[in-house]
């Protein structure tokens, strides 16, 4: 199994964009591309569906050795047994979510800002999301940050900083530039036409990064 520390390219089957009956499918193409960690969002589902879905990716993430990670769903996590956790701004608090899924999940946060970024970290918090970056239909309601704080991030902040919101194959280089080493992709990988090949090409652009 990978780990959080040494994952760079961390991919989201986010149900905005993926059908349930697809969820297997679109796992499966994710990790075979060559995600490092896959997070399982979904904004509309029941609690019970979630872990309904969690159960269907588990096997296939575990076989390519690629953690799971649960959005929002505490109780999910530690039902299923997934590798991960990741909480919000607006959801329960580092300790509280580490309580609930126990020593061996990971906990990771998100942040869209520089202070709130030094917070998680503080706050105990295992990874952190850094965004968005750009304005995105993934997260709708949120300004985007843009790229000039991702290089003070990386001096603040020792744990695996990942850059979201926007990220695509036709901004990795600007983002790099900027000072990026782990990259979370959703719509240019959930939308594109061959979804592996996809993952294939950005990640070898990003681990030679
Ligand atoms: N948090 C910050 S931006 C974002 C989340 C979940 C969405 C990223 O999705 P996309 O489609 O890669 O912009
Ligand atoms: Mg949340």
């Known amino acids: 199994m990978k780990s959080i520390q040494e994952a760079r390219l961390y991919g989201i089957v986010d149900l905005g964009y993926v059908t349930a ?14 995600v490092d960690v896959l997070q399982l969002r979904a904004k509309k589902q029941t609690a019970q569906e979630i872990e309904r879905l969690a159960r269907v990716m588990l096997p296939i993430t575990r076989s390519h050795g690629v953690p799971l990670v649960i959005n929002d769903h505490l109780q999910v996590a530690a039902a299923v047994g997934s590798e991960g956790v990741h909480v919000g701004q607006d959801d329960d608090a580092v300790a509280r979510a580490r309580a609930v899924v126990g020593p061996e999940c990971f906990v990771g946060k998100s942040t869209h800002s520089l202070a709130q970024a030094v917070a998680a970290q503080e706050e105990g918090a295992d990874y952190i999301g850094f965004g968005p970056l750009y304005a995105t239909g993934t997260k709708p309601d949120y300004v985007p940050i843009g790229l000039n704080d991702i290089t003070e991030v990386h001096r603040r902040v020792t744990l695996p900083i990942f850059c979201i919101g926007g990220v695509n194959a036709g901004r990795l280089d600007e983002v790099i530039a900027a000072g990026a080493r782990r990259v979370v992709v959703v719509s240019a990988f959930l939308q594109a036409a061959d979804v592996s090949c996809e993952v294939r090409a950005l990640k070898q652009r990003l681990v030679v990064a």
């Open 21 to 34: 009956e697809n969820v297997a499918t679109m796992t499966d193409q994710l990790c075979l591309g060559g």
